[in-house]
């Protein structure tokens, strides 16, 4: 990676253990693609609610040639965001996969349709 990582937490305070876990989960974006040129990492933790508890808020910027790529997990009402590792764990899944998405398309290779889908689509 051409810049560093960058690491911001908002409303709540700043985990070295956490941020060592961002930075392995890093790591294999890099090592799934090393042409990866910056990215930051949001983790935030909005006002805490009457009714719900505290619900994690996590961005993925991923900075590639050409593009940017941004997993938002907006934590809505879902229990599992109340765990900042969970929360954490989901978007960095959504993150691997909108990365391997880009890499397929920059190799210029084409999803396989099943034998099945081709049957019943044309």
Partial sequence: METPVQITFRHMETSPALEEVIRKKIEKLDALYDRITGCHVLIEAPH??????????????????????????????????????????????????????????????????????EVVGG
């Fill in 48 to 117: 805490r609610h009457h009714q719900q508890g505290k619900h994690f808020h996590v961005r993925f910027d991923i900075v590639v040639p050409g593009t940017e790529i941004v997993v938002n997990r907006d934590p809505g009402l879902r229990s599992s965001h109340e765990d900042v590792h969970v929360a954490l764990k989901e978007a960095f899944e959504a993150a691997k996969r909108q990365l391997q998405e880009y890499v397929r398309k920059t190799r210029g290779e084409v999803k396989i349709r099943s034998q099945a889908q």
